[in-house]
Structure formats: C-alpha cells, structure tokens
C-alpha cells in the first residue's frame, strides 16, 4: 500500500513537471515581449483593476489552505471534515472564477479584448462608458498622449498593448480553465467522500488533486505579480 | 516510509505567512524601489513570489516530507524550466542586431 501510494505521487508530480513547462513557455513568451514593448506593456498592465487580482490572491491561497485541510481530515480519519473542507475548496474555486468572470467584463466594456473593435483610446473617448471623469480622466488623457509621442503613434500603441492583452487572456484563460478542470475533480472528490471512501488507509485522490489544486494556486502566484503589481509605482 | 502527517497547526502558519507576502508585494508594488536599481521593482516582485511558491512546494504539497525520488523529479521540472526561461533570455540579450 505505502508503495502504491508513492508511486502515484510520483506520477503525479511528473504530470506537473510536464505543466511547468507548458505555463513556462508562456511565461517566457511574456517576459521577452514585455522587455521588447516595456512602456507599453505598463500602461496596458495599469488598466486591469489591483484590487480584483489581490482579491483573488487571497481567495485562492485560501482555497489552498482548505484543500491542505481536506488531505488532513482524510489522513487523520475524520470523514465528514474531508466533505467540508472539499466543499470550502470548490466555494472558493468558484468565487475565483467569478470574479475573473467580471474582470473580463470589464475588459470586454473598455475595448481591451485583442481582435474585435480593441482600442486602448475608447476610454479616453468615450469617458461615460468606462465610469472616468475629473482626475482620473486627465492623468488616463495625459498618460495616453505621453506614450503615443513615445512609441511613435496611436497605432503602434494599440499594436502592442493587443499583444500585452492576448497574453493577459491568454495566461490567465489557461489558468482559468485548470481551474475549471480542478473544480469539476472537486465536485467529484465530494461526491466520492460522501459515500465515506477516504480514509487514513486510502486517501489517495484528495492527496494528488490537491497536488493539483496547489499547483494552480502557484501559477496565480507568479501572475499576480507579473500583471497586475510591477508597473503601478 | 510511514506517511507524515502535516498538523492544521503549521498549514494555518504558512497560510498567514503567505497572506504577509501577498500585502508586502502589493506595497512594495506601490513604491518606485527602480530609483535605486533599475527592475528592482521587478526583482522584489518575483522573489517574493518565489518565496510564496517554495512554501506551497514545501509544506501544502507535502515536498518537504516526500521520498528523495519525489524531490528529484520536483527539482528536475524546475532545473527544465530555468533550461528554457534562461538559455532563450541570453539568446535575445546577446543579439545585437536584433533591436526590434
């Protein structure tokens, strides 16, 4: 049994190996062009909100305590805590999704989703459509004409902000959609733990999905960071 | 090997601990630390991330207590990574006539 179970850790932490790459890729992609286009990338970085992303930091780093939680119960042999914990983890999961969900509606509202109508001017525009108005309208006016005298125009500005933002949806729709895959493994891992299977003998799937679960819990921990937070000074 | 069992105690003390990152990285997001050092900024960014990631690793994902043949292949996914991140970096850096 002790064999099986390391076994199936070690598999486990393979597939993973194979997931850093495939997010590193990414990362790499974005690091290259964000040196490439800096003035622009920072702007483009300004207008996503700080507050949703720490929000959502909080959240999932709390998603991750009560999945550790859940392994816990499971190993110690409290069955009905394992369902609760589980239950906290996919509540949490979800709150995350959805307050990306009205991320992306903002987004969607401020033109800032690459292809389809993008303009990173729509806003300084069109002010009523984005709440600006008074300060915040002039600083966003002011800082706009400073980078378009930068970069040498209006449509380079929104060439390379469009790259900025299919990263932006790019990295964090992969990540959404682990997240997806990890909540539908947590809808099942309830349901399984209703039924009293995990116990201190077999634990086996909390124990791997949670490996999973954190997982993705460190990729938003590198995103925050990268998109959200190094240009706000 | 017998299974370790992490405590609830020690979970919730990196839990606080990662929530005290979490607000000194946005803090330290607010101030132009690139007044001293160009990318400080940056710099403080990732090793405060790297700080929070190493702790999940370590004690969320139990890597700490893992067998020695689970901490390899963690440090192989890793050592992989760096492979791809640092030797494309210094390809792009040393390029001269590629200014874009």
């Known amino acids: 049994m002790e064999q ?9 932490w393979i597939f993973l190996a194979t997931e850093i790459l495939f997010f590193g890729g990414l990362f790499l992609t974005y690091t290259i062009n964000r040196h490439t286009y800096a003035q622009v990338f920072a702007v483009s970085s300004r207008t996503i909100v700080l507050k949703w992303g720490a929000i959502n930091t909080v959240v999932l780093i709390g998603s991750s305590l009560t999945m550790a939680m859940s392994v816990w119960s499971a190993q110690v042999g409290k069955k009905k805590l394992v369902t609760i914990f589980l239950i906290l983890t996919l509540v949490l999961g979800t709150v995350f999704l959805g307050i990306k969900a009205v991320e992306y509606h903002d987004k969607y ?6 292809g389809l109508n993008f303009d ?33 125009g209006s449509v380079a500005v929104n060439a390379h902000s469009q790259l900025f933002f299919s990263l932006y949806f790019g990295m964090t729709g992969l990540h959404a959609l682990h997240m997806i895959v990890g909540a539908s493994l947590l809808i099942w891992l309830t349901k399984e ?13 909390v124990e ?18 990268l998109l959200y937070l190094i240009d706000r000074h | ?39 400080l900024n940056v710099i403080v960014a ?55």
């Not at chain 2, 069992?5 to 990196?14: D, E």
């Not at chain 2, 292949?73 to 850096?93: E, H, P, S």
């Open chain 1, 208 to 225: 791997n999905i949670g490996l999973y679960w954190h997982f993705v819990d460190i990729v938003w921990i590198y995103l925050f960071p």
């Open chain 1, 109 to 114: 509202v401020e033109h800032h989703i690459p």
């Open chain 2, 46 to 100: 990732l090793v405060i991330a790297t700080c929070k990631a190493t702790l999940v690793v370590l004690f969320f994902m139990h890597a700490y207590y893992s067998t020695k043949r689970t901490q390899l292949i963690i440090i192989a996914g890793v050592f992989w990574l760096a492979i791809m991140l640092f030797m494309t970096l210094g390809d792009y850096a040393s390029r001269p006539w590629d200014t874009h």
């Open chain 1, 120 to 152: 990173m001017y729509y806003c300084i525009d069109n002010p009523s459509a984005c709440d600006l108005s008074g300060k915040a309208l002039e600083a966003e006016k002011a800082e706009l004409e400073d980078l378009t005298d930068k970069v040498g």
């Open chain 2, 1 to 39: 090997m017998s299974e370790h069992i992490v405590s609830p105690k020690l979970y919730i003390l990196i839990f606080v601990t990662l929530m005290v990152f979490t607000g000194t990285t946005v803090y330290a997001a607010t101030v132009d630390l690139n007044q001293y050092f160009a990318g």
């Open chain 1, 4 to 12: 099986q179970k390391e076994s199936a850790t070690l598999g486990m």
């Open chain 1, 193 to 205: 733990s209703f039924k009293g299977r995990f116990t201190p003998e077999y634990n086996t799937p």
